[in-house]
Nanobody, 118 residues
């Protein structure tokens, strides 16, 4: 199985930045898609950004121009650089890994909370 551990969350003021990390271990898929999702209290979990093994990315419209997803395959780690943070970005951020060809099996981290407040 795959284990995903997120880190880097915390409290930040509006306009500030955070960098989230997700370290993967275990039976990692060689061809995979990794993504960041977030879930605010009372809201559904939503996609923030995703990146495949070739470095192709996909972003939710509400974070385009502010967030950047990247990965270091040698470290089995995916990052989410979050700039110009807004209060509405407050949520628990989760890391996900799935096979490139199928979403039938996916692994999730436990999440790291991000709070944007002045």
């Amino acid at each position: 199985q795959v284990q995903l551990v997120e880190s880097g969350g915390g409290l930040v003021q509006p306009g500030g930045s955070l960098r989230l990390s997700c370290a993967a271990s275990g039976s990692i898929f060689s061809n995979n898609v990794m993504g960041w999702y977030r879930q605010a209290p009372g809201e559904e979990r939503e996609l923030v950004a995703a990146i495949d093994s070739g470095g192709n990315t996909n972003y939710a419209t509400f974070v385009k121009g502010r967030f950047t997803i990247s990965r270091d395959n040698s470290k089995n780690t995916v990052y989410l650089q979050m700039n110009s943070l807004k209060p509405e970005d407050t949520a628990v951020y989760y890391c996900k890994m799935r096979r490139f060809y199928s979403d039938d099996i996916a692994y999730w981290g436990k999440g790291t909370p991000v709070t944007v407040s002045s």
